[in-house]
């Protein structure tokens, strides 16, 4: 059985055929995206499009057998949701969206101003706003038999937007107009843009690629400041939107920003509880990063020294090391801990936006500008400013960040007045900075301000016995956050761990550890269950013979014996084994979980 991806049609053995984004066409032939392999099938036995709000079902060759709901299609047909629908001697469930979703798939339900008093009634019930704004826009494509319609959100401090729920499902999420966003925002309501005004706005390549004709776009109002807006658009072969369309539209948006305000405060709300997951117990200090090796504790002796001043510090690090984490330390443990801490990523801020979003602009300062916007410089006043990637910034923005350095103080966009500041810079990158200004793409002056204080981050190849020890948090948190019984690490697990070298570093473990939480069948995880396994690595059965002789692996075999006979001998008593063994009860309870050994067990 086919997992089944919206909209389809479903077969009865249960296979899934995807329509695709906006055409599919159905048949024997091998270029078919929905492929009958059946004699009573056509080479080219039907064509399925979504146009004006709706999937429609077109005949194609005179002798296919072709019937919808029992009745048979001599050219065109519009699809509901739950049609049934004969091709030869096949038959297959046209599926918009999810049927549990859904009640009864009569027409009559199916109409759009139901569908969306049903979407509000759902919300109502505390139903997952973000499969009600799904049921939204296809019942409003519907209602203004748009060709597309779209829910558009950029969080705070990201540069690009990305889509909530479109019509259909699979429209390319660059389909949208941002010179009609720019409108709909100067004017703070519902906007219709034609073709004269599309062509005066000089609309960009996503109108002329679409062949967009009329678009249809309103802002929505969403939390604390977080943008968002409603999209929909015909295509050049249907008629404009009319002015009594943008009149619904724009009663359209009121429903939509209530909506899309849940769904926000709500992913919000998931990302702030796992942030608190991840930072339970994390106080300023050393104990912040987790770490044995010698190389880490350097660079943590080194940044407590250097946090305690204002001096601008720079970190080197390959992708996914911690560099951010280590930014956090900074500033956890300088004077400045309770003011913001602001982190940009300025390789995921498109460069026509960067200027904009760090230094802010003045209302007026360019199209779309409808009010005065705080820049994430002045935002981080008396606290630290966190610019990760710096070696993406343009050259022309290297200059402007200068003088904010050297003169604490910032012009806005379309600004005169100079804005004071006071910061503490941070900044990180996984390139060279010295090979870029030799290069020519990283400014000299810049660099020796930012630099003052490098500190380097080494890889977790060069930290191996980190790796297992961060696997182990890991794998904790995992269990927790998904409500899972509890998991730990085999010895093979932990020697696959230290044998491979992460070239993803802590990022690819993390990443590696949930997926074995999720999908691991036992309560031990396996090199298997990482992606590590070899060939000839047998797993947990592994004969002695066999296993790792390594430095690390005898070690731990020798103190994993050591903790053994002292609780047997205490009884499982933690204290007792830690002055039997001279170890502080800290580090011993840490080793214990590296090593899987449970007191309870000699209790």
């Avoid at 409003?140 to 990305?162: F, K, M, T």
Wanted: glycine letters at 8%; hydrophobic letters at 40%; a negative charge.
């Amino acid at each position: 059985m086919t997992e089944n991806v919206y909209p389809c049609l479903r077969g009865y053995d249960g296979t899934c055929h995807p329509l695709g984004r906006r055409l599919a066409t159905l048949g024997s032939d091998a270029d078919c995206q929905v492929r009958l392999a059946d004699g009573s099938i056509r080479p080219q036995h039907a064509f399925l499009v979504f146009q004006m709000g709706a999937w429609r079902l077109r005949k194609l060759e005179a002798a296919a057998v072709l019937k919808v709901d029992g009745a048979d299609v001599s050219e065109e047909i519009e699809l509901h949701h739950g049609a049934m629908i004969q091709a030869g001697k096949l038959e297959l469930r046209f599926l918009e969206k999810e049927p549990e979703s859904r009640s009864e798939s009569t027409v009559a339900e199916q109409a759009p101003l139901p569908t969306l008093l049903g979407a509000v009634a759902e919300i109502l019930r505390e139903t997952d706003p973000s499969r009600v704004l799904v049921d939204m826009v296809q019942a409003s494509a519907r209602l203004l038999s748009c060709d597309g319609v779209r829910v558009l959100h950029r969080p705070i401090g990201e540069g690009l937007w990305r889509t909530l729920a479109s019509c259909p499902a699979g429209a390319p999420s660059s389909r949208f107009s941002s010179s009609a966003l720019a409108r709909a925002e100067s004017a703070g309501q519902a906007v219709l843009l034609g073709e004269n005004d599309l062509a005066r706005l000089g609309a960009g390549e996503s109108v002329q690629l679409n062949g967009i004709r009329s678009i249809l776009c309103a802002p929505l109002s969403l939390p604390d400041g977080e943008e968002g807006f409603l999209y929909a658009d015909r295509l050049a072969a249907h008629p404009p939107f009319e002015e009594s369309d943008r009149g619904l539209f724009e009663a359209l948006r009121r429903l939509f920003s209530e909506i899309a305000a849940i769904a926000v405060r709500q992913e919000r709300q998931r990302k702030t509880i796992r942030t608190l997951q991840d930072d339970a117990g994390r106080k300023a200090g050393a104990t912040s990063i987790l770490h044995e090796s010698a190389a880490m504790s350097a660079v943590i002796k080194e940044t407590a020294r250097v946090s305690v001043s204002d001096v601008p510090v720079h970190i080197h690090g390959e992708t996914g090391t911690g560099k951010e984490l280590l930014a956090r330390f900074v500033h956890d443990s300088s004077r400045r801990a309770d003011k913001p801490f602001i982190a940009i990523n300025c390789g995921a801020i498109p460069e026509n936006l960067m200027e904009s979003e760090l230094f802010g602009h003045e209302k007026g300062a360019f199209t779309g500008a409808g009010a005065r916007k705080e820049g994430w410089i002045e935002k981080a006043h008396g606290g630290s400013l966190f610019l990760d990637e710096l070696g993406e910034l343009p050259l022309s923005l290297q200059v402007k960040l200068l003088r904010v350095l050297q003169q604490g103080e910032l012009v806005r966009v379309g600004g005169s007045e100079p804005v004071k500041v006071d910061f503490r810079l941070v900044t990180a990158t996984n390139r060279n900075l010295k090979e870029e200004v030799s290069a020519g793409r990283f400014r000299p002056d810049l660099y020796y301000r930012v630099a003052v204080v490098p500190l380097t981050l080494p890889p977790l190849r060069d930290r191996s016995r980190d790796a297992v020890l961060l696997a182990g948090h890991f794998c904790r948190r995992f269990c927790l956050q998904y409500g899972l019984d509890d998991k730990s690490l085999s010895r093979a697990a932990e020697k696959a761990i230290l044998a491979y070298p992460w070239p993803g570093n802590v990022r690819e473990l993390e990443n590696a550890i949930q997926k074995a939480v999720i999908l691991g069948e036992s309560d031990r995880i396996q090199p298997s269950d990482l992606g590590l396994a070899r060939e000839d690595d047998p797993g947990e059965e592994m004969p002695e013979s066999m296993a790792a002789t390594s430095l690390y692996a005898i070690r731990d075999r020798a103190e994993s014996e050591a903790i053994r006979q002292s609780l047997e001998k205490a009884k499982g008593n933690v204290s007792m084994v830690s002055r039997m063994l001279d170890v502080d009860r800290k580090v011993l309870i840490r080793t214990m979980e590296r090593l899987g050994i449970a007191p309870e067990a000699f209790k």
